[in-house]
């Protein structure tokens, strides 16, 4: 039946001669294959005309035994209906994916940020988080010209209070946002970010939406594509 059929497939998968070559690779450059990201990269995948955030699959390696079960679940997203409707909607025949997949070394970022190069104003926006029992949004714009980072629109959290027997409040603090209370030791790490945006904005000759993060006060860069205005601006 078709649970057996599986089974037997991911038991191939697990014995596969591939996962072997892959862990020794990782183990090179000193990585555990458990802390491994495997992402979609297929050929029509974030286009300038075809937007197709969240149709392939990412998979975390966390629970897998063995790199090539991670990738075989990726490139079988081909098939999963939100792909199929999104290729047939878009006049794409399925025969003309071809399965990619980009394998990475997993980051747990301190502040995860995603990163459009153009806006409607035209400055640069990153929009990232901050985590203060909750992960909470954080606005940030560049400006191009005069090269002034500033935060633009910052959560804040009601902190501790006065209360009089009464029950009455009396006083009221706002907690300042992680993000505002690090905000001195971001301001490198966001620059840096944004000297190496605005390089693969240049190179690809469009502009972009990067994905990344900040990690002990370094930068990493783990996805550049197009930005797909119509998507933005909504």
């Not at 209906?81 to 997949?101: F, H, N």
């Not at 459009?116 to 560049?142: A, P, Q």
């Not at 005069?146 to 409040?169: A, F, Q």
Request: glycine letters at 6%; charged letters at 30%; proline letters at 4%.
């Amino acid at each position: 039946n078709d649970t057996d059929n599986k089974l037997e497939q991911k038991r191939r998968m697990n014995d596969h001669p591939f996962n072997a070559e892959l862990g020794n690779l990782c183990k090179s450059y000193g990585i555990n294959e458990r802390d491994i990201i495997v992402r979609s990269a297929f050929n029509a995948e974030d286009l300038s005309d075809y937007p197709t955030a969240g149709i392939y699959d990412s998979v975390d390696c966390t629970g897998y035994k063995g790199l090539a079960n991670a990738i075989n679940d990726v490139v079988k997203s081909k098939d999963d209906k939100k792909a199929k409707k999104s290729r047939e909607r878009y006049g794409i025949a399925d025969t003309l994916i071809q399965p990619c997949v980009i394998v990475q070394q997993r980051i747990r970022p301190d502040y995860p940020f995603t990163l459009y190069t153009d806006s409607s104003d035209g400055k640069l926006k990153i929009e990232t988080h901050s985590y203060g029992g909750e992960w909470e949004d954080v606005l940030i714009s560049y400006d191009k010209e005069t090269e002034e980072l500033e935060i633009e629109s910052l959560p804040y959290t009601w902190g501790n209070c006065v209360i009089k027997d009464t029950g009455e409040v009396v006083e009221q603090y706002l907690e300042p946002n992680q993000i505002e209370k690090d905000w001195e030791s971001l301001v490198e790490p966001f620059k840096v970010a944004i000297k190496n945006a605005l390089k693969l904005e240049k190179y690809f000759g469009r502009p972009q939406d990067i994905e990344g993060g900040i990690l002990n006060g370094r930068v990493y860069l783990w996805q550049a594509r197009d930005i797909i205005y119509k998507a933005f601006k909504a």
